[in-house]
């Protein structure tokens, strides 16, 4: 098996949290009584084939993270390398600059993951690597439970044009992936047309590349609200009750 590494997209500010984090990037919050983005480690550093995580940060936030990582040196693998590097003004530029430093094969795989899904389980973290041994490229996601709508935008609001049938719909989550070869042609592409993507999957698929679908779950929740954060106490709680990994 190739090499597998993971990018961590933590540069973002987190605005729609800041009644909850104050001046903090909701990255930093507490979950569990460990920082949001120290729980998502957690779960990465649970797969045995990664080869190491590398977590893109504003420059201002650096030496925090530094500073972080060694207060909870002890609850992660001492073997397995995290780096830092500066991140962007969005998500596909810190993915970018990641990528570029990571001194990764064609083939390796490469996956990217919200720092702010804190409760992926590493069973759906090793299902995507395999996804994308196979398939070249795959994304975790959720079927849609509700009924979803296509509407046309007007003056005054907004007109149901159709039902889309849900069995052809999921909801995407992270991580996300592919061969690294794949990604960086699929983000030099988008770059060089300026195309600004809301995830890697959009960016593979612009590209022509086929990507699959590995089943999330509801627990993998993105907390990016002041109401998510309960939200994901309560997964957490459940999850230890249950004696569950993490």
Known sequence: MRAVYAIIPA???GTRMQGAAGAAPKQFLLLGGNPILIQ????????PALHSIWIAVRAGERERLTAMLASYAALLPAELP???VEGGDSRQESVARALAAIPCEPDDVVLVHDAVRPLVEPGAIVRTIAAIEKYGAAIVALPATDTIKQVERTADGALITATIPRENIVQAQTPQ??????????MLEAEADGFMGTDEASLLERAGI??????GAASNLKITQAGDLPLAEWYLAERKRKGENR
């Open 40 to 47: 998502t480690l957690l779960a990465f550093a649970a797969t």
């Open 11 to 13: 540069a973002g500010l």
């Open 177 to 186: 992936g592919a061969r690294a070869a794949l990604l960086r042609r699929a």
């Open 210 to 215: 086929a990507v699959a679908v590995v089943p």
């Open 82 to 84: 995290i780096h830092i």
